[in-house]
Nanobody, 125 residues
């Protein structure tokens, strides 16, 4: 059973940076496609970024392109999300999610069977 644990959340001022990590245990992470989602209070969980299992191809939601970077280190069983130029509207709980195949449905939260517990990111203005 794959288990995911996020770390690295916190409070930062607008324009600042944070780095989130998603560390896997229980299975070899390299065979999994991984996404980050975020959920603000009272809102649906929304797609942020994705890295595929094969070729580590990356995809981003439009509002974070050029500011966020997703990367994976298979040797460390970790997928990271670097958040730069943060804005107050980036405030949310950030979740990593994984599935054991690549598919065009990577933006859908329903497509993932493994989730971390979430990491709070708060950006003050």
């Amino acid at each position: 059973q794959l288990q995911l644990v996020e770390s690295g959340g916190g409070l930062v001022q607008a324009g600042g940076s944070l780095r989130l990590s998603c560390t896997a245990s229980g299975r070899t992470f390299s065979g999994y496609a991984v996404s980050w989602f975020r959920q603000a209070p009272g809102m649906e969980r929304k797609f942020v970024a994705h890295v595929s299992a094969i070729r580590s191809t990356t995809y981003y939601e439009d509002s974070v392109k050029g500011r966020f970077t997703i990367s994976r280190d298979n040797a460390q069983n970790t997928v990271s999300l670097q958040l730069n130029s943060l804005k107050p509207e980036d405030t949310a709980v950030y979740f990593c999610a994984a599935r054991a195949y690549d598919s065009s449905t990577y933006t859908s939260a329903r497509a993932y069977g493994y989730w971390g517990q979430g990491a709070q990111v708060t950006v003050s203005s």
